[in-house]
């Protein structure tokens, strides 16, 4: 019993040694290539185009990017490329291959390192993507073990490649942290924030809808910064342009079933953040309705996201929507023509009341995509999967009227 | 020469043992077949099998808690006789078998999947198969304490999950309320049962005659407490993975650890339940490879059991990573039969135990 004893104390102890070194699966970072970026487009044919963006450890912690394979060099072959986007803290491979396998595979042709994601920050979709390849991608995207499901997708205005070619972070060394702040922080109202698997929860829903951050590139938004027509008394920010030719978030597109249903500006995605209480407060700025030259701007608190009511008694249905704000008037005293500030307050109710109706209607009635999950609410009456399908609430969204109430 | 295990069962102990037995399929695949055959209402459908599970133990406990000395075969000897005996070990047997079969299998691809992404999958299992040799040789009373030190890390770990998905988890995944309609929630719901089944092996083990009350309390109570944890699991999974993306997951609770994020620190708390699944699995191929040599040795005239332990865990091990004679699908319908078999067969010896009494009008 003894001799049993010692025999597995020592069984144990080996094993333990064995265990903890964990070499089976041993993984030299210097060894390692991390991918920060996945650009997805669609190429020629049955063929997508992927822009893998690999950090540079070593230029990122200012060596001048020593290790990097490919830094400084443009070579192509006929199904890769290696693209310079002069951003020194990061590597871009361009590979166009059927699969997203068989082009991860062979960035090994040409670099040495293995390939991990279990960094990749930001995924992009290019707008054009087809639905199996949008619903496709994502979905064994995040069943991918390396990839976390808190990765942040965006959806490309111009093309996945071109938005990642194109980042150069101002004031961040680091473009991973770039990608993390940028597409998950909260502070950002102009574009929603999207995490892989809540991308794929929503889309994999029969009828399913999404909104994903719009990823462009500045200079390349023609209608931006040009005086648009004048939205009622809105000051919108489709009137602010970037003077260089940066990347950024701003609006969001629309997905429906995994179909690209439409685009839509900052000011709608800063309406999607405050109905969702994804942003705690922001800062809208309304024209006097006495004087075009008068502006004042009122500080917005969101308490809570915003609930629906649908009531389908009637034809079309009416969705009632109500969403507590706090409104903050930024001014030092009471805008000419006003009379009171209870007044001042009013307009503003008023035209965020008006603002918000467009914006549901111009998400049912044109985008046809219940991207505020308001069928989720009206869900609830039904007990059965079946009983609900039978419904066909994507019809009865596409015809409904709103009531919006702003208290 | 091995000594019957008896318990007490008020014991810490073998609470531990009940808990594990009932929870430790958390970790596998078959908690997906909740939102298989449920959809949405998933939770509902965990309710409802553990409602009858619950039921079954609570049938069979009133009785078998009152048998002192007596474990299910001895009562089912008494009940049916030599034949009737070994009937009900051979089907015992059959399941042990294939249940550590399937268990060895699906916790070396946890492992596989979680940390050994390129590893082969016989260098997982061989950590579970030295695990479960030692286990059995370690006998009854040191797999009892290892439960009782190690399975509380693991009802923390599944608490902890369950509390950091919740929070951030949308109820209205749960609608509709019967989701893929009543006779998939309740008919194949039944089917669920299956998480529950080896509940049985406790009833290999003979009370004691002292407090048949306090035993059956104990038994009930840790039933209870495990339907309380896979309930809980479930309604987290159901509320925080919508159906259909909820019925393609492979192994629920991983999918469920890959939601948690405290922020960028806290993020990757997979290592947290590997040691948690691990700890559960060996554990219960332990005592399952326990109980199938004690069967042998019981019921097919073994006289030692040491020298079997090592050879049969060596069977199991190549059923697992060496030649797949039997296809994963055929070994899930063994599993489902085999299962419900045992079930049955202690129901039904309970039963017989009960009627006959009342007719011989013996004080059980």
């Not at chain 1, 680091?174 to 102009?190: H, I």
């Not at chain 2, 061989?126 to 290892?146: C, D, K, Q």
């Amino acid at each position: 019993m003894r001799k049993f004893k010692i025999l597995s104390a020592l069984l144990v102890t080996i094993l333990s040694a064995y265990i903890l070194c964990g070499c089976f699966d041993e993984r030299e970072i210097d060894e390692t290539a991390y991918i920060i970026a996945l650009g997805i487009d669609k190429g020629e044919g049955n063929d997508y185009i992927y822009t893998f963006q690999f950090s540079a450890p070593l230029a990122v912690a200012g060596g001048g990017g020593g290790e990097s394979e490919s830094s400084g060099q443009e070579s192509s072959s006929e199904k890769a490329e290696i693209k310079d986007s002069g951003n020194p803290t990061v590597n871009n491979i361009v590979i166009t291959a059927p699969d997203f396998y068989v082009a991860k595979n062979m960035t090994n042709n040409f670099l040495s390192k293995n390939i991990n994601m279990s960094h990749l920050k930001l995924i992009v979709f290019s707008h054009n993507l087809d639905s199996d390849g949008l619903s496709g991608h994502s979905q064994f995207l995040l069943r991918e073990r390396e990839i976390r499901p808190h990765t942040a997708v965006a959806a490309a205005k111009q093309s996945a490649q071109e938005y990642i070619l194109s980042v150069n972070p101002e004031l961040e060394a680091n473009t991973a942290k770039y990608y993390e702040l940028m597409s998950l922080r909260s502070n950002n109202v102009y574009a929603p924030t999207k995490k892989l698997s809540d991308f794929v929860d929503e889309i994999s829903k029969a009828g399913g809808s999404s909104a994903l951050p719009l990823a462009s590139i500045a200079d390349k938004e023609d209608n931006r910064g040009k005086n648009a027509s004048p939205d009622g008394f809105w000051i919108g920010s489709e009137s602010a342009k970037l003077s260089s030719s940066r990347s950024d978030f701003r609006g969001m597109a629309l997905f429906k079933s995994g179909i690209l249903c439409g685009t839509m500006n900052g000011d709608s995605a800063m309406l999607y953040n405050i109905l969702n209480r994804d942003i705690q407060s922001c800062i809208i700025t309304l024209r006097s309705p006495y004087r075009d030259s008068d502006h004042f701007s009122f500080r917005l608190l969101v308490d809570a996201p915003a609930s629906y009511h649908v009531n389908c008694a009637g034809n079309p249905c009416l969705i009632n929507v109500k969403q507590n704000l706090g409104l903050e008037f930024l001014g030092s005293r009471i805008p000419e023509g006003f009379s009171s500030i209870d007044e001042l307050y009013a307009f503003a109710d008023s035209v965020l009341e008006t603002r918000i109706t467009e914006f549901f209607f111009d998400i049912s009635r044109v985008k046809k995509s219940d991207i505020m999950k308001i069928g989720d609410s009206f869900k609830q009456r039904f007990l059965t999967q079946h009983d609900w399908e039978n419904m066909n609430w994507s019809q009865l969204y596409e015809t409904a009227d709103f009531d919006v109430d702003i208290e | 020469m091995t000594k019957s295990p008896t318990l007490t069962f008020k014991s810490l102990d073998t609470a531990c043992i009940i808990t594990n037995l009932l929870t430790y399929r958390i970790f596998t695949r078959i908690p997906s077949l909740f939102p298989r055959t449920a959809g949405s209402a998933a939770a509902v459908s965990a309710l409802y099998s553990a409602i009858i599970a619950f039921l079954i133990i609570w049938i069979i406990s009133t009785t078998f808690c009152r048998l002192s000395h007596k474990n299910i075969l001895d009562t089912a000897g008494a009940v049916f006789g030599k034949i009737g005996r070994k009937l009900i070990a051979l089907i015992i047997l059959f399941y042990l078998g294939i249940s550590s079969i399937i268990a060895l299998g699906e916790f070396s691809e946890f492992t596989k999947l979680v940390s050994f992404p390129t590893a082969p999958l016989a260098f997982c299992a061989i950590f579970f198969f030295v695990a479960a040799t030692l286990g059995a040789f370690g006998g009854f009373n040191a797999l009892s304490r290892m439960h009782r030190l190690f399975i509380p890390l693991s009802v923390s770990v599944l608490t902890f999950v369950v509390i950091s998905t919740l929070w951030k988890g949308d109820l209205s995944n749960l609608f509709p309320i019967l989701g893929r309609g009543a006779e998939n929630v309740f008919g194949k719901g039944i089917s669920g049962v299956i998480m529950y089944t080896d509940i049985t092996l406790l009833f290999l083990i003979a009370p004691s005659q002292n407090t048949p009350q306090e035993n059956k309390r104990t038994l009930l109570t840790a039933s209870a407490f495990s339907f309380l944890i896979v309930i809980a699991v479930m309604f987290a999974f159901t509320v925080r993975i919508p159906y259909p993306i909820s019925a393609e997951g492979q192994f629920p609770v991983y999918l469920l650890f890959k939601q948690i994020h405290y922020g960028r620190f806290f993020q990757r708390i997979d290592a947290i339940l590997l040691f948690a699944a691990t700890l559960s699995g060996m554990l219960y191929l332990s005592l399952n490879l326990f109980f199938f040599t004690n069967i042998l040795r019981t019921d097919f005239g073994l006289s030692d059991t040491k020298p079997v332990i090592f050879p049969l865990a060596l069977a199991f091990f190549f059923c697992v990573a060496g030649v797949k004679f039997i296809s994963a699908q055929t070994l899930n319908i063994l599993l489902f039969c085999t299962g419900f078999g045992v079930l049955a067969a202690s129901l039904v010896t309970i039963l017989f135990t009960k009627v006959r009494k009342k007719l011989t009008n013996e004080k059980i």
